[in-house]
């Protein structure tokens, strides 16, 4: 089991997203402000290569693209609906440099850029961990993309491999994918790798006892939804017993995250509000 020795540790969800836009500087800065033992940067791909800086794999929600880009979008069906979509491995690193990336969130941020994740890695380096998470990799790699290469390249570019920071690794990867942590244990094996867990469904199929012992040949940790430990906080207990830490997410108020640090004995926790982080 990866050691937690300091203590449960404070996930800064996008960054202090609830105080600031996600993924950008002002939201990783402000979260350094507040003590984040973490920063959680999720990574996508752009057209040319480069990893840059965002939760959801298309770049409409949080910047002005369909302005700047109108014609640049893509046809999905998203709940059932054809929903126009513009994907940020149709874009060139240059052109996604162009977007803001503040004002969604309030006027008082335009200007915000999206980061990209050498930038990320250069703001919070020495300040704190950081937490990336895989974006939709298997999609991405089914369009040509080896998103768990350019990770590790980038990784060891910065020599950020088996690293550690304040007596805790320094990195931690993370994914909702079987496939893209395996792929990650074989070309990373000494970074630790969290499995997202969201749904039902998936719970049922991994954090039972079996399940976790599977996933321990290739995770050292599960990050299941706050709302399946709720529903069964044993979870924990199977976990560590299975030789894996368990982080849950996403949390927003203290005393919810006080309960779960302290009577169902999560490791760390994502929040939005890191400033909130019991200690």
């Known amino acids: 089991m990866v050691s937690t020795a300091s203590g449960p540790f404070n996930i800064a969800h996008r960054g202090a997203s609830a105080y600031a836009p996600e993924h950008t500087a002002a ?11 973490y920063v959680e940067p999720d990574l996508g791909i752009t057209k040319d290569g480069i990893l840059v800086v965002s939760h959801d794999p298309s770049l409409e929600r949080t910047t002005d693209v369909e302005e700047r880009f109108p014609d640049r979008f893509s046809m999905t069906i998203v709940d059932g609906k054809p929903t126009k979509v513009w994907w940020i491995e149709d874009f060139t690193l240059a052109e996604i440099k162009t977007l803001d990336k503040g004002s969604w969130f309030d006027a008082k941020f335009a200007g915000q850029k999206v980061l990209t ?20 990799p298997g ?24 690293t ?38 998936d719970g049922a199929r991994w954090l039972t006892a079996a399940g976790l012992k599977e996933a321990r040949a290739f995770a050292t940790a599960v990050s299941p939804s706050k709302r399946l430990i ?11 017993a299975a030789g894996l830490i368990v982080v849950p997410y996403t949390f927003q108020e203290a005393d919810e995250m006080r309960r779960f640090v302290h009577e169902f004995k999560v490791d760390g926790l994502f929040t939005d509000n890191p400033d909130r982080f019991p200690r």
């Open 27 to 37: 939201a990783y800065e402000l979260a350094l402000e507040m003590g984040a033992d």
């Open 117 to 136: 994740f050498q930038e990320a890695i250069t703001l919070v380096r020495g300040k704190a961990g950081i937490f990336p998470e895989l974006k939709t």
């Open 139 to 162: 999609r991405v790699r089914a369009k040509g993309f080896d998103m768990e290469q350019a990770v590790a390249n980038l990784l060891e570019k910065n020599q950020m491999v088996g």
């Open 164 to 201: 550690t920071f304040e007596d805790r690794p320094e990195v931690y990867l993370q994914s909702f994918e079987e496939d893209s942590l395996r792929r990650l244990a074989t070309l990373l094996p000494t970074v630790p790798r969290t499995f997202l867990i969201g749904t039902p469904e």
């Open 230 to 240: 709720l529903a069964d906080p044993a979870i924990v207990t199977r976990a560590h």
